[in-house]
């Protein structure tokens, strides 16, 4: 299992079938999906496909969400990471999008702003990319101040499945100003 970044209190390593449990816990909370289009997962079969199909992308593609996993106790606290989008999305194609999604008594503890860090310092200094994008419903405050705090810049809105979204951009320059 490969662990592809860490932080003071948390480590970021491949999602893998013996995390259906916590992904299901994680998606099967209908308060998590409140932004993401109110679908929860009913089955664990359907966190064991979810895992499965990001494992495909780290097949394809070399990248995809990760587990997160807190260091003092081991446990499965949600996901984090890049994903590499080919499908159109706002005017975009072939683009990395920075993702998070948290078990709910996980939320309020940093730890997006501290995986969403490290997401940025792994695109940018490993995969030498020179954009992340990412999106998030527009009336998610919470994920609109992570991405601003993790340097961000909201870059304008629009539509998906009806449902309005604000689209944020951040350049390797503009991290690497941050940074210093």
């Known amino acids: 299992m490969e662990i592809f970044a860490s932080t003071p209190r948390l480590i970021l390593?491949?999602?893998?079938?013996?995390?259906?449990?916590?992904?299901?816990e994680l998606d099967s909370d209908e308060a998590v999906h409140l932004y993401l289009g109110n679908k929860?997962?009913?089955?664990?079969e359907e966190s064991r496909e979810v895992i499965q199909f990001i494992r495909?992308?780290?097949?394809?593609?070399?990248?995809g969400r990760w587990a997160v996993i807190e260091k003092d106790t081991n446990r499965f606290v949600g996901w984090a990471g890049l994903k590499l989008v080919k499908e159109p999305t706002n005017g975009h194609v072939n683009y990395y999008d920075l993702g998070?999604?948290?078990?709910?008594?996980y939320w309020g503890k940093g730890y997006a702003?501290?995986?969403?860090?490290?997401?940025?310092?792994?695109?940018?200094?490993?995969?030498?990319?020179e954009n992340i994008y990412a999106m998030a419903d527009v009336k998610n405050d919470a994920s609109k101040r992570v991405l601003e705090k993790s340097g961000f810049s909201l870059d304008g809105?629009?539509?998906e499945d009806q449902t309005m979204l604000n689209w944020f951009t951040i350049s390797r320059e503009a991290w690497n100003r941050a940074r210093k």
């Open 13 to 24: 390593r491949e999602l893998i079938p013996a995390d259906a449990a916590g992904m299901f």
């Open 40 to 44: 929860p997962v009913r089955t664990i």
């Open 56 to 63: 495909q992308q780290y097949r394809e593609n070399g990248i």
């Open 100 to 105: 998070y999604r948290f078990i709910k008594k």
């Open 113 to 129: 702003t501290e995986c969403a860090h490290a997401c940025l310092d792994y695109g940018f200094n490993r995969l030498r990319l």
């Open 157 to 159: 809105t629009f539509y």
